[in-house]
C-alpha cells in the first residue's frame, strides 16, 4: 500500500528520522494558513508547494514549486490544487492533484539517495545509499550502477552500526555530516522495520548548509499482507489516487492489477495467471489485466471477478483459464455463467477448465445457453482468444 509524502514524514519524524516542517493543505487557503505557520516558525518566506500524488517526477512535471511570497504561494496553489499531473510513473492519463505539502525552503549544499527494500535474491533487507541524488535511481542503477553502495542486513543481527559508517563514508562525508548521516541511517532503518514496510525512498536526502541531513522526499509502501497489524497505517489509505477497479477487486478479496492490453484474463493461481498472460502474448495478443480468483473462490467471488473485467472498456475478448485443484471447475462455470445473465457481455469468452469437477463445469456451460468458446488446453485458448479479436 503506498501513501503520501506528507503521511510518510509523518512516520518518519516519530521514529527521529529529520524531516522539514511542513503542513497538508486541501484548499488554498489551508495553504494559505502553513505558510503562515511556517515563516512564524522559521522566519523565512520560503516555503516550497508539492503536488502530493502516488507517484515520482513531480518536480518535471510541474507539482513543485518555490514560493517567495504569501502572494507566490496563494497563486501556486490555485494552479497546482486539481491539476491533472503528467509525470513518467502516472502515465500519459495523469493524476488528479486533491492535496498539497506547504514546507520550509531548504538551503541545500549537497544532494544523495537512500532506500531500504527488500532483495528476493538473498532474503535480506538492503540498504542503499548513492551520491546521484535527485535523480531517478533506475536511471541511476542501469547507466552507473557502481555509484550505488548497498549494504544487506543479516535479519538475525539487524543494521548495524558499522553498515551505517561504512554507508556514510561511501557518500563522502565527514565531521557533523558524517554523524549526522549514521543518525538518520540507523533511525530509516528502524522506521523501516518496525513498520512493516515494503520501500523506504529518501531522494533526495540533502546535506544543509548547516550541515544537517534531512528527508527532503519520502516514498513509503507498506506490506499489503501485514496491515492487520497496522490499524493506524491502513486508514492512511488514499482510495482516490487507485485504479476504481482495483479497489472494486479488493472488496472482494480478488488480486487484481489493471494492464494496457484487451483480453481480459481471470486465473486461478498467481503463476498460472502469469504463464496465461505470456501465452497470450505469444499468440499475438495483449493482456488487459492480471486476475487471480485464488484457490478458494465461489460463485459469487468469480461473479466479481469477472464484472470487473468487463468494466474496463479496453477489453474486446474474455480468457477465463481455470485449473481446478482446490476451487472447483463448476462453481467457476457458476459464478460465469451467472455473472453474464447480469451484465450480458459484448464480446467473445474463451473457457479453459482443468481438473476438479471438469465435466460438470463443461455441461453447466453448454446448458447456459450463452455462447462460449471452450479449448483444450492453454495454446488452443490462447489460439482461440486472438482468434476472437481479429473476427
Known sequence: MKIHEHQGKEILKKYGVPVPEGYVAYTVDDAMAAAEKLQASTGSDVVVVKAQIHAGGRGKGGGVKIARSFEDVRTLAR???GMTLVTHQTGPEGRKVQRLLIEQGVDIQKEFYAGIVLDRATAQNVVMVSTEGGMEIEKVAEESPEKIVKAFVDPAVGFRDFQARELAFALGLSGEAFKQCVAFLKALYRAYEETDASLFEINPLVLTKDQK??????????????????????????????????????????????????????????????????????????????LDVGGTANKDTVAAGFRIILSDPNVRAILINIFGGIVRCDRVATGVVAASNEVHPKVPIVVRLEGTNAEEAGEILKKSGLNFLVAKGMTDAANKVTQALAA
Do not use: Q, W
Not at 486508514?235 to 480478488?254: C, G, Q, T
Not at 493461481?269 to 499468440?283: E, H, P, R, S
Open 79 to 81: 494552479h497546482i490544487l
Open 213 to 290: 541531513m534531512l528527508a527532503l522526499d519520502a516514498k513509503v509502501n507498506f506490506d499489503d499482507n501485514a496491515l492487520f497489524r497496522h490499524p493506524e497505517y491502513a486508514a492512511l489509505r488514499d482510495l482516490a489516487e487507485e485504479d476504481p477497479l482495483e479497489v472494486e477487486a479488493s472488496k472482494s478479496n480478488l488480486n487484481y492489477i489493471k494492464l494496457d492490453g484487451n483480453v481480459g484474463c481471470m486465473v486461478n493461481g498467481a503463476g498460472l495467471a502469469m504463464a496465461t498472460m505470456d501465452i497470450i502474448k505469444l499468440a499475438g495478443g495483449e493482456p488487459a489485466n492480471f
